[in-house]
T-cell receptor
Framework: GAVVSQHPSWVICKSGTSVKIECRSL??????MFWYRQFPKQSLMLMAT?????????EQGVEKDKFLINHASLTLSTLTVTSAHPEDSSFYIC??????????FGDGTRLSIL | GNSVTQMEGPVTLSEEAFLTINCTYT??????LFWYVQYPGEGLQLLLK?????DKGSNKGFEATYRKETTSFHLEKGSVQVSDSAVYFC????????????FGSGTRLSIRP
């Protein structure tokens, strides 16, 4: 079946650094990708929706300058957390959908900012 | 706006017990409904779905029926196993697969041997 790969699965970094998370669709063309954030023991909250080749649409309350999303190809989207701080620590999950493909989720990235 | 409300957990059952996790939704149109499962430390896996009223989704012994009259999509399983321990999310989506998914708060299920 279709697979979405997310990398890295776990990252620890110092406060003030920027972190890039990749989301790849391995066997289908993902025209739309979604980025979610999940706090411990809570649900997934949609951060933004990105369509290949265009700017991402951010949900209300999500800082677009803080969370940079790029979807330059039909198989790759990236989320960059800029100048990360401890409050950005969370579990980030991407999903991808394409023509005749339901949304498939990645395994998530656990981000810990020290 | 659209929303999903599901039974709060945690839910703890003994192996082979009957499981029900309640889920109700609010939507302006005719959404597709989903149950996702998240095992510890992992992403989400689609467990089952239903796209129109009276449809029944089923997978791995789990079932849920799309009830438009009660706006519900309750998850059931006749005999749970320890391996079913996970967090279960009810969700809805309106439109195509490119539409955003709205999740419920999740229900943590623990099964005792």
């Amino acid at each position: 079946g279709a697979v979405v790969s997310q990398h890295p699965s776990w990252v620890i970094c110092k406060s003030g650094t920027s972190v890039k998370i990749e989301c790849r669709s391995l066997d289908f063309q993902a025209t739309t990708m979604f980025w979610y954030r999940q706090f411990p023991k809570q649900s997934l909250m949609l951060m933004a929706t990105s369509n290949e080749g265009s700017k991402a649409t951010y949900e209300q309350g999500v800082e677009k300058d803080k969370f940079l999303i790029n979807h330059a190809s039909l198989t790759l989207s990236t989320l960059t957390v800029t100048s990360a701080h401890p409050e950005d620590s969370s579990f980030y999950i991407c999903s991808a959908s394409g023509s005749n493909q339901p949304q498939h989720f990645g395994d998530g990235t656990r981000l810990s900012i020290l | 706006g659209n929303s999903v409300t599901q039974m709060e957990g945690p839910v703890t059952l003994s192996e082979e017990a009957f499981l029900t996790i309640n889920c109700t939704y609010t939507a302006t149109g005719y959404p597709s409904l989903f149950w996702y499962v998240q095992y510890p430390g992992e992403g989400l896996q689609l467990l089952l779905k239903a796209t129109k009223a009276d449809d029944k989704g089923s997978n791995k012994g789990f079932e849920a029926t799309y009830r438009k009259e009660t706006t519900s999509f309750h998850l059931e399983k006749g005999s749970v196993q320890v391996s079913d321990s996970a967090v279960y999310f009810c969700a809805l989506s309106e439109g195509s697969s490119a539409s955003k998914i709205i999740f419920g708060s999740g229900t943590r299920l623990s099964i005792r041997p």
